[in-house]
């Protein structure tokens, strides 16, 4: 592990690096494995409370692996290659949005077709001035993958995600920052900093809460109200149970800043 990809951990935050430089970061087989493999090793540390993926280079990650792609073409299984590749992306489109830990997109350069839903994906996107976003799919005659078909649709209008999808057009960060996906346009030379500025603020912060908040937001999307409220009402009865809470709860009697841990 570590040929397509890096894992730094400072102290209580994960760095997952994209460092394929030949490729711009594509993300091909091997590349998705590895970014599983320090996803499911993270989930388990609970010293770690936050991640940041970043790429290197002028990429943040440059999509599917054109080469790759090819080369199933020529030796006739396009179809098998495609499957094989699918899984494990579509394991981490899952995984990502369903993770336990805030997740931070640091996005250092050109974000194409799953590269750019890679970073929809995360919770939070900080993206430098020069950053850029494509929906190329239908460039290659395919639909909008990586859960393209869910991120676009479900934060733009009809009519904006089929612009997106059907053009294939780029947008600059400004542009995405204005669609509502971006969370902070930063220089270029500040965009490490201030992630990891974001980064500490997340892990000082109540995990347990914020692992349960991407939850009922993401089950709030296809669950009826009364049934979704329930779930909230019971969800909020364990949260009060947790040692953060009591620390919450004193830090405010006390006119403290809470002091959370985790738990």
Same mark, same amino acid.
């Given at each position: 592990m570590g040929n397509k990809?890096?894992?730094?951990?400072?102290?209580?935050i994960a760095i997952i690096k994209l460092v394929d430089l030949d490729n711009l970061n594509a993300l091909g087989k091997e590349t998705a494995k590895e970014i599983l493999s320090h996803l499911d090793r993270i989930e388990t540390d609970t010293d770690i409370r936050c991640i940041i993926i970043t790429g290197t280079g002028n990429a943040f990650s440059a999509g599917g692996n054109i080469k790759e792609f090819k080369e199933s073409i020529d030796n006739g299984i396009p179809g098998e290659v495609m499957d094989?590749?699918?899984?494990?992306l579509y394991k981490i489109a899952k995984v990502l949005r369903l993770y336990p830990k805030p997740v931070i997109a640091a996005v250092n350069g050109w974000a194409v077709g799953a590269g750019m839903n890679l970073a929809l994906s995360c919770d939070f996107i900080i993206a430098t001035e020069n950053a850029r976003f494509r929906q190329s799919f239908c460039k290659l005659a395919l639909i909008p993958g990586f859960a393209g078909t869910i991120l676009l649709s479900r934060q733009l209008t009809w009519q904006q995600a089929v612009e997106m999808a059907f053009f294939g057009d780029t947008y600059s960060a400004e542009e995405m920052k204005n669609l509502g996906f971006i969370n902070r346009i930063v220089p270029? !030379?500040?965009?490490? !900093?201030?992630?990891?500025v974001w980064a500490k603020k997340f892990a000082a912060g109540p995990t347990l809460t914020y692992a349960r908040t991407k939850k009922l937001f993401f089950d709030a999307l296809s669950t009826p109200l009364e049934e979704h409220?329930?779930? !909230?009402?019971?969800?909020?009865?364990?949260?009060?149970?947790? !040692?953060?809470?009591?620390?919450?709860?004193?830090?405010i009697v006390e006119k403290k800043e809470p002091e959370f841990i985790g738990k």
């Open positions: 990809t890096q894992l730094i951990v400072n102290d209580n094989d590749l699918l899984k494990d270029k !030379e500040k965009l490490d !900093e201030i992630s990891m409220l329930e779930k !909230e009402r019971q969800m909020q009865i364990q949260s009060a149970l947790t !040692e953060d809470y009591k620390r919450g709860v004193f830090a």
